[in-house]
């Protein structure tokens, strides 16, 4: 078996906070409530959309103009137009359609249900099929309606086929019209989609009024195209290029509108054509032209999809490491996305890409990334039907995991494998039956659900799949709901490769489930879906849309431990496969599963580990993830054990102060979930104030299989040193290595430990004459970034990336009296300056700078006001790496609609002297939160993951940054006397570990 971490893409469209959360970078919850995107459907119905869908032709009987038995254009328009509604449901849809020989008029308003719409859709025939095809005139009833003007051509038409709802004493009720206590729209937009099948016809009665308009506007006449006025229309709706157009400024916003054409059926003649695509191109919209049943749906999809806004992505992909070889690579990339929204259910998808030849490809082998590392639109991701491939590229609603779901038959036939740990440690079906049987009846589990008793059914199945509340308005109540799959924010998926191409997928969601699914061979199925049952009160504000609030689940880290036990790769006979994973914001409790049998989980201890158990009293929120470890304790050197700190407070959310719980780390015993060792203040000891929620750094300082060391961050900014010396716990020690954390500055990842040498240079005196001496000098170096990840959109606090020497390399027991004095940033050289690289053409004086940084205890670097560490640091050829995110200063206003924007860096430092080994010290990156940096090889060449942003001047490596490698530890000097710190040559595939671990054979998520 092979197992492989992934790191997490997010995929965002717009978004704010009811208290410090990193969804700050997400979400405005100052959006209007339910904004939805608003569409204008404007129906052809002149009597040619009886023609024939094959021929162009019209048919007859006795003379008479039929609908085309072999299928004609109006029957293929409504069923396509009635698809698209029903594949939109977040869309408000209005609905225009034309009058005998002049003009048209609104049958439906904007917002109007869309059941309604499509019953007056389905019920057209061929006697609402009228002569001529005024599509101007109905153009211009379209801009009376938008602008609140007097109905024109609607007058001519009986009011009982007229929507009255859009008309009050004679004008029309604009659907941009502010009332009082309407919340303001942050999307001012309507969009129409006119759907011809010919050009304009008796079509000149509005041309004076359409010049006349124009010329008051932009002061000169406007141009037909084709003897047409439609384009001119599509500009006093849209405005001219650059012009922010304001069609309602009875409003304080700008209220304007695109025009989208599409033009329908064999025998469209050309000038219709180029009328059409002047008017999409003047109206800021597309044009297509669609000849066929499909062709014309799939130009309905087309025209949505771009409307829709291209959701924005936070992405930095991590390839699949093959367990075998830590330097291959598979070729499966698994992107995890979410969509915000103001309300509680955020949408969700993970998807699948794969690696080719150096390229991320689509299921069509096609290039599916742009230069920002985002999914393209065009993109064509794998597990769709072979059969029906679409461009489901980075929108979170289409395609992936979700789309697989929504298309299940076993979810109305309560056939989806849906478990909760009811019962203690047991596993059952999540079922409303099973629910009731536990608690007796729907009353006493109302309780858990924080809900009225009447709605616990609904609950349980609308959280299964059922769409209970018919959003998708087809009439029906027992089908599957569009979005099962919920947003995954902070979780990582990790595979499981249980031989014959059984690769398993687990992932957690914040609808309150963590899945397994199988991806065999390209096709996906669900395995499971298991939700806690601590998890029930999310449910009902998922189901109720709950605004401005944010719910989560299963939204921590997971680890996967595979023993195998006859190292042959594959799980069989007496091999073990556990899972173990915390909550993060959703709670306070660990589980552990037992997923040898990828089909039939069972639930690990009894049940969570959580802090009301007497045990775990320091639990605060699970952000840790639960390392795999072996430990050279007596009674537990062979025994696999989880460590994990004891989590974040969230207290620190709106506070500067100590803290009551989280305070130190927990070693838990992985098969059994008992408690081996608590270093907090409540169970033993531990000297911190303040919550430790990142992971914990795992040394085996003396290369003999065991970790023997610990380091920890925590939220108050501080760094702590555990050694685990000799396999008795009374001689387990622990002190703070460093305090830095002055001015709210926040750890909130893991320290990230490199062993290594630095040329320490010692400078001595005599008789009035300087000398130096080195000598190389062994260190941990430990490297660390701050920065709040609840609040990424402060800007008060002045945050940093360290370097500190920890140069006691031996793990021992210290005694009070031993303990290294604490490491203040006073003791540590600030290189913002970067001194080195000014003087690398001086010996003599790059060596009096090296003997001022022996004096030190490090280095810090000050980033930029706002700026803030978004993961751990690493070290690759003596380069520490780090991830930065900076806010975007400029758009952080006082506008409700405002949404944060920023920018993603990576930085490369060389180790020990913190200067840079690049051209630049600092990058821009394609992801806008950047993840861990990590290294990826081709061709035996390493380049360093998160991507360059692409610098449009480059024409070689664009889009890679080739890892460097450091000389040392006694730098060189060239024939010119210059110092070199770092080989001109990059780094190639040739380092060799020499040594095995044993926490590598067992526990292959790091």
């Known amino acids: 078996m092979k197992l492989n971490s992934l790191f997490f893409i997010f995929a965002c469209v717009f978004c704010q906070n009811l208290y410090a959360e990193d969804i700050d970078l997400y979400v405005n919850y100052d959006v209007a409530e339910d904004e939805k995107l608003r569409v204008l459907l404007v129906f052809d119905t002149s009597n040619s959309m009886a023609f024939s869908i094959e021929t162009g032709k019209a048919c007859r009987d006795k003379g008479k103009l039929i609908l085309c038995p072999e299928g004609s254009r109006l029957e293929v328009a409504q069923e396509a137009?009635?698809?698209?509604?029903?594949?939109?449901?977040?869309?408000?849809?209005?609905?225009?359609?034309?009058?005998?020989?002049?003009?048209?008029?609104?049958?439906?308003?904007?917002?109007?249900?869309?059941?309604?719409?499509?019953?007056?859709?389905?019920?057209?025939d061929i006697t609402d099929l009228e002569l001529g095809t005024p599509l101007v005139e109905t153009i211009t009833e379209t801009w009376r309606y938008l602008i609140g003007d007097d109905l024109f051509f609607a007058n001519l038409v009986e009011p009982a086929k007229r929507d009255s709802s859009t008309e009050s004493n004679g004008k029309y009720i604009s659907p941009f019209k502010q009332n009082l206590g309407d919340p303001v729209r942050c999307d001012n937009s309507v969009n129409i989609i006119l759907m011809t099948d010919g050009e304009p016809?008796?079509?000149?009665?509005?041309?004076?009024?359409?010049?006349?308009?124009?010329?008051?506007?932009?002061?000169?006449?406007?141009?037909?195209?084709?003897?047409?006025?439609?384009?001119?229309?599509?500009?006093?709706?849209?405005?001219?290029?650059?012009?922010?157009?304001?069609?309602?400024?009875?409003?304080?916003?700008?209220?304007?509108?695109?025009?989208?054409?599409?033009?329908?059926?064999?025998?469209?003649?050309?000038?219709?054509?180029?009328?059409?695509?002047?008017?999409?191109?003047?109206?800021?919209?597309s044009y297509i032209f669609a000849e066929s049943a499909k062709a014309l749906s799939d130009a309905f999809d087309n025209v949505l999809t771009e409307i829709r806004e291209v959701n924005s992505t936070f992405s930095s992909p991590s390839v699949a490491s093959n367990n075998s070889d830590k330097l291959s690579h598979r070729d499966a990339v698994y992107f995890p996305m979410f969509l915000p929204s103001n309300d509680a259910r955020w949408r969700g998808n993970l998807k699948k890409l794969k690696v080719s030849g150096g390229v991320v490809v689509d299921a069509n082998l096609d290039s599916a990334l742009g230069n920002d590392g985002a999914i393209l639109s065009t993109a064509k991701t794998y597990w769709q039907s072979n059969s029906n491939l679409i461009a489901d590229g980075g929108y979170v609603e289409k395609g992936g995991v979700n789309a697989y779901l929504a298309e299940q038959s076993s979810i109305p036939n309560n056939g989806r494998k849906v478990i909760t740990n009811l019962s203690g440690g047991r596993m059952l079906n999540f079922t409303a039956y099973r629910v009731i049987i536990h608690y007796g009846n729907r009353f006493k589990a109302a309780v858990d659900f924080d809900s009225d008793p009447d709605e616990v059914f609904?609950?349980?199945?609308?959280?299964?799949?059922?769409?209970?509340?018919?959003?998708?308005?087809?009439?029906?109540?027992?089908?599957?709901?569009?979005?099962?799959?919920?947003?995954?924010?902070?979780?990582?998926?990790?595979?499981?490769?249980?031989?014959?191409?059984?690769?398993?997928?687990?992932?957690?969601?914040?609808?309150?489930?963590?899945?397994?699914?199988?991806?065999?061979?390209?096709?996906?199925?669900?395995?499971?879906?298991?939700?806690?049952?601590?998890?029930?009160?999310?449910?009902?504000?998922?189901?109720?849309?709950?605004?401005?609030?944010?719910v989560y689940g299963v939204d921590g880290p997971i680890t996967v431990y595979f023993d195998d036990k006859n190292e042959d790769g594959i799980v069989n006979n007496d091999d073990r496969v556990w899972a173990f994973f915390g909550l993060r914001r959703g709670g306070s409790s660990y589980y552990g599963l037992d997923i040898t049998n990828p089909n039939s989980p069972s639930l690990m201890w009894g049940g969570p580990l959580k802090s009301s158990d007497g045990k775990f009293l320091e639990?605060?929120?699970?952000?840790?993830?639960?390392?795999?470890?072996?430990?050279?304790?007596?009674?537990?050197?062979?025994?696999?054990?989880?460590?994990?700190?004891?989590?974040?407070?969230?207290?620190?959310?709106?506070?500067?102060?100590?803290?009551?719980?989280?305070?130190?780390?927990?070693?838990?015993?992985?098969?059994?979930?008992?408690?081996?060792?608590?270093?907090?203040?409540?169970?033993?000891?531990?000297?911190?104030?303040?919550?430790?929620?990142?992971?914990?750094?795992?040394?085996?300082?003396?290369?003999?299989?065991?970790?023997d060391r610990l380091y920890a961050s925590d939220t108050g900014?501080?760094?702590?040193?555990?050694?685990?010396?000799?396999?008795?716990?009374?001689?387990?020690?622990?002190?703070?290595?460093?305090?830095?954390?002055?001015?709210?500055?926040?750890?909130?990842?893991?320290?990230?430990?490199?062993?290594?040498?630095?040329?320490?240079?010692?400078?001595?005196?005599?008789d009035g004459e300087k000398t130096y001496s080195r000598i190389d000098t062994p260190f941990d170096a430990v490297l660390i970034g701050s920065g709040d990840r609840t609040d990424p959109l402060n800007l008060k606090v002045s945050d940093k990336l360290y370097m500190i020497r920890d140069v006691n390399t031996v793990t021992r027991s210290f005694e009070e009296d031993e303990i290294p004095d604490l490491i203040w940033q006073s003791d540590l050289m600030n290189v913002d300056s970067d001194p080195?690289?000014?003087?690398?053409?001086?010996?003599?004086?790059?060596?009096?700078?090296?003997?001022?940084?022996?004096?030190?205890?490090?280095?810090?670097?000050?980033?930029?006001?706002?700026?803030?560490?978004?993961?751990?640091?690493?070290?690759?050829?003596?380069?520490?790496?780090?991830?930065?995110?900076?806010?975007?200063?400029?758009?952080?206003?006082?506008?409700?609609?405002?949404?944060?924007?920023?920018?993603?860096?990576?930085?490369?430092?060389?180790?020990?002297?913190?200067?840079?080994?690049y051209d630049w010290l600092r990058t821009p990156t394609a992801a806008e939160l950047p993840d861990t940096p990590t290294m990826y090889v081709e061709d035996g060449d390493v380049y360093i993951f998160p991507l360059p942003?692409?610098?449009?001047?480059?024409?070689?490596?664009?889009?890679?940054?080739?890892?460097?490698?450091?000389?040392?530890?006694?730098?060189?000097?060239?024939?010119?006397?210059?110092?070199?710190?770092?080989?001109?040559?990059?780094?190639?595939?040739?380092?060799?570990?020499?040594?095995?671990?044993?926490?590598?054979?067992n526990d292959n998520s790091q």
């Open 458 to 550: 609904d609950l349980i199945n609308w959280s299964r799949g059922l769409d209970v509340d018919d959003e998708d308005q087809d009439g029906l109540t027992d089908d599957s709901r569009h979005d099962i799959f919920g947003d995954v924010l902070h979780s990582k998926p990790v595979t499981v490769d249980y031989g014959n191409n059984d690769v398993r997928i687990l992932i957690g969601t914040n609808a309150g489930y963590l899945h397994m699914f199988q991806d065999k061979n390209d096709v996906l199925s669900e395995s499971w879906a298991f939700m806690p049952a601590e998890l029930y009160s999310i449910i009902k504000p998922l189901r109720d849309k709950k605004l401005h609030t944010k």
């Open 836 to 917: 080195f690289a000014k003087v690398t053409d001086s010996l003599k004086d790059f060596v009096e700078l090296e003997a001022d940084l022996a004096e030190k205890d490090g280095w810090f670097y000050n980033l930029g006001w706002g700026e803030k560490a978004t993961s751990k640091a690493t070290v690759l050829g003596g380069v520490a790496y780090f991830t930065t995110y900076k806010p975007d200063t400029s758009s952080l206003s006082d506008s409700q609609c405002s949404i944060a924007e920023g920018q993603g860096y990576l930085y490369a430092f060389h180790l020990h002297y913190g200067t840079k080994v």
């Open 201 to 285: 016809y008796y079509d000149v009665g509005q041309d004076k009024y359409i010049e006349n308009l124009y010329k008051s506007i932009y002061g000169t006449s406007p141009k037909k195209v084709g003897n047409s006025h439609l384009p001119s229309m599509a500009t006093i709706l849209h405005g001219k290029e650059n012009e922010n157009r304001d069609i309602y400024p009875e409003t304080s916003v700008v209220d304007g509108a695109n025009v989208y054409t599409i033009g329908f059926g064999k025998g469209l003649v050309k000038n219709a054509g180029d009328i059409l695509q002047a008017t999409a191109d003047n109206g800021g919209g």
């Open 81 to 124: 137009m009635i698809k698209l509604i029903n594949d939109n449901t977040d869309i408000e849809f209005g609905l225009m359609r034309l009058i005998k020989g002049t003009g048209g008029y609104i049958v439906h308003g904007i917002g109007t249900n869309h059941n309604a719409i499509k019953n007056t859709l389905r019920n057209w």
């Open 619 to 707: 639990l605060a929120q699970t952000w840790s993830k639960p390392q795999i470890t072996f430990i050279n304790l007596k009674g537990y050197e062979d025994r696999p054990l989880l460590v994990f700190g004891a989590g974040y407070d969230t207290n620190k959310d709106n506070s500067i102060s100590a803290d009551s719980k989280g305070r130190g780390l927990y070693i838990v015993d992985a098969e059994t979930g008992k408690q081996v060792w608590a270093l907090t203040n409540s169970e033993g000891g531990f000297k911190g104030e303040h919550s430790i929620a990142s992971d914990i750094h795992l040394l085996d300082s003396d290369y003999d299989g065991y970790t």
């Open 717 to 766: 900014g501080g760094i702590w040193r555990v050694d685990l010396a000799t396999n008795n716990l009374k001689n387990w020690t622990h002190f703070q290595l460093a305090k830095l954390g002055n001015n709210n500055r926040r750890f909130f990842y893991e320290p990230y430990v490199s062993r290594t040498l630095f040329s320490k240079v010692t400078e001595t005196t005599i």
């Open 949 to 1001: 942003n692409k610098d449009p001047n480059c024409t070689e490596n664009c889009e890679k940054i080739e890892a460097k490698v450091v000389n040392g530890p006694t730098p060189s000097v060239d024939e010119n006397g210059n110092v070199q710190l770092y080989d001109e040559e990059p780094l190639k595939l040739e380092v060799h570990q020499s040594y095995i671990y044993k926490q590598e054979q």
